[in-house]
């Protein structure tokens, strides 16, 4: 995405008749920030061509779409209704593909109350995590950007790895800094379960810790990724009796928690956050994949956190620091 914005914002400066010549003439590549591809889409763009590049991705999304359709009615519709956020996105500061108020005003137009900020920690250098200095000034770009969008409102937030001991990746004075905390194990998703399940357990019941992010780190499409073992009853307990939410993450390719262990996180009498874990502001329309799920598990609509008004959404998250 960034490759094609680049590209995009270079061609943008040129005079259409010096633009189309370069394109004809094979030159576009020459200019900064235009690569082999970016050059081929906007060439074929430029003879009033569809991109072959968009054509590829817009049949892979049409397989995805057939594999898992989504019908919002009944309680999913309802669900889908009550929802006022999201606790899970990131923005191009990570991993991301777009500006931080670009993701919140898609996410204000799309009837949003609050969105959650979660970009990654300093460990997952290949989603280029926010190291301390880059978080601090994240929030204050969040605060200023907060003032234009009023009384729409970026929560802050980050999605911290599990390390493999079981403690975060980032400071304590940074994590209580922030609104919410969303807790994701990236690293060693083989762990045997006699590991992983007391690394789970330690983060879930850290004070920080406010949401478990996609439990199981599976992948269901392309090459797949199988789901990581663990004492899903243990994990559910301690996440119960820290108040630690646990997410669906309606992300197509990972469904994650898979429905026989979101029926154990109802079971277990856990809350729960539907959300999108969106890198584009388009994947922020992803959260009926979710809202069907929890339909389906039987999620009780009153433990759906993200389907609460930010102030209490803030007060439950501030009261586990506190405890």
């Given at each position: 995405?960034?490759a094609?914005?680049?590209a995009a914002a270079t061609l ?5 008749e010096?633009?189309a010549?370069?394109?004809?003439t ?5 200019l900064p920030?235009?690569g082999?591809t970016t050059?081929?889409?906007a060439t ?11 054509a ?6 049409g397989?995805l779409?057939a594999e ?6 009944g309680r999913?519709a309802?669900?889908?209704s ?12 990570s991993?991301?593909g777009?500006?931080i108020?670009e993701m919140?005003?898609?996410?204000r137009?799309l ?8 970009d990654h ?13 880059r978080?601090?000034?994240q ?5 200023a950007i ?6 729409f409102?970026i ?14 990746d980032?400071?304590d004075e ?7 905390v969303?807790?994701?194990?990236h690293?060693k998703?083989?762990m045997e ?5 007391p690394r789970?357990?330690?983060a879930v019941?850290?004070?920080h810790?406010?949401i ?7 992948m269901?499409?392309g ?5 990581s073992?663990f004492?899903?009853e ?9 108040d630690?939410?646990v ?5 197509p390719?990972?469904l994650?928690?898979?429905r026989?262990?979101?029926?154990q996180v109802v079971?277990?009498g ?5 959300d999108?874990d969106a890198?584009a502001?388009g994947?922020?329309?992803w959260?009926p994949?979710?809202?069907?799920r929890?339909?389906e ?15 209490r959404l803030l007060e439950?998250t501030?009261s586990?620091a506190?405890?």
């Amino acid at each position: 995405m960034r490759a094609f914005r680049g590209a995009a914002a270079t061609l943008a400066k040129l005079d259409p008749e010096d633009l189309a010549q370069r394109a004809a003439t094979g030159r576009l590549r020459a200019l900064p920030g235009v690569g082999q591809t970016t050059e081929a889409v906007a060439t074929e763009a430029l003879a009033g061509q569809v991109p072959s590049y968009l054509a590829k991705l817009e049949e892979e999304a049409g397989h995805l779409a057939a594999e898992e359709a989504v019908v919002l009615t009944g309680r999913s519709a309802e669900i889908r209704s009550l929802l006022r956020g999201d606790c899970h996105t990131h923005s191009d500061w990570s991993d991301g593909g777009s500006p931080i108020d670009e993701m919140a005003r898609a996410a204000r137009d799309l009837g949003h109350e609050y969105v959650v900020l979660t970009d990654h920690s300093p460990r997952l250098k290949v989603a280029n995590g926010l190291t301390a200095e880059r978080l601090r000034t994240q929030l204050d770009l969040v605060a200023a950007i907060n003032e234009e969008l009023a009384p729409f409102r970026i929560l802050t937030g980050i999605e911290v790895d599990i390390l493999d001991d079981g403690s975060l990746d980032q400071t304590d004075e940074l994590l209580g800094r922030l609104d919410v905390v969303v807790a994701s194990v990236h690293s060693k998703l083989r762990m045997e379960s006699a590991a992983m399940t007391p690394r789970m357990v330690a983060a879930v019941q850290n004070p920080h810790v406010d949401i478990l992010g996609h439990c199981t780190g599976r992948m269901v499409t392309g090459k797949g990724r199988p789901q990581s073992t663990f004492d899903a009853e243990a994990v559910f307990a301690a996440c119960a009796a820290s108040d630690t939410a646990v997410e669906i993450n309606c992300r197509p390719e990972r469904l994650d928690p898979p429905r026989p262990l979101l029926r154990q996180v109802v079971a277990a009498g856990c809350k729960v956050s539907i959300d999108t874990d969106a890198h584009a502001p388009g994947q922020l329309e992803w959260q009926p994949y979710g809202c069907v799920r929890a339909a389906e598990c039987g999620v009780r609509t009153e433990s759906i956190v993200n389907a609460w008004p930010a102030e209490r959404l803030l007060e439950w998250t501030a009261s586990h620091a506190a405890g």
